[in-house]
Nanobody, 121 residues
Framework: QVQLVESGGGLVQPGGSLRLSCAAS????????MAWYRQAPGKERELVAV???????KYADSVKGRFTISRDNAKNTVYLQMNSLKPEDTAVYYC???????????????WGKGTLVTISS
């Protein structure tokens, strides 16, 4: 019904930048919150940033001032601009979107497959 496709991951040196994108497709009536999570090797998945449908934004303390989340509702897409990247930002980054696919105002939880971000010199 709903698919999320992430792009933009890769290998970058410390201090560099990357921009992740996540586009939703399929049966979509409305989208609520959009978020990025990450999971580093041997660690639990953690919330990186979230933007609500009303525009409220929250960041994990570890990325404040370095990462910027944004959304384009016309494209059903959420972005994560990552600057001043550090080796500890290395992880698989997952997109999450809350989607109402049938107009019922019930928002299902949808995840992308993840994109690997590696910060290394």
């Amino acid at each position: 019904q709903v698919q999320l496709v992430e792009s933009g991951g890769g290998l970058v040196q410390p201090g560099g930048s990357l921009r992740l994108s996540c586009a939703a497709s399929g049966s979509i009536r409305r989208i609520g919150a959009m978020a990025w999570y990450r999971q580093a090797p041997g660690k639990e998945r953690e919330l990186v940033a979230v933007v609500t449908s009303g525009g409220t934004i929250k960041y994990a303390d570890s990325v404040k001032g370095r990462f910027t989340i944004s959304r384009d509702n016309a494209k059903n897409t959420v972005y994560l601009q990552m600057n001043s990247l550090k080796p500890e930002d290395t992880a698989v980054y997952y997109c999450n979107q809350k989607v109402d696919y049938d107009g019922s105002y019930y928002y299902g939880d949808y995840w992308g497959k993840g994109t690997l971000v590696t910060i290394s010199s």
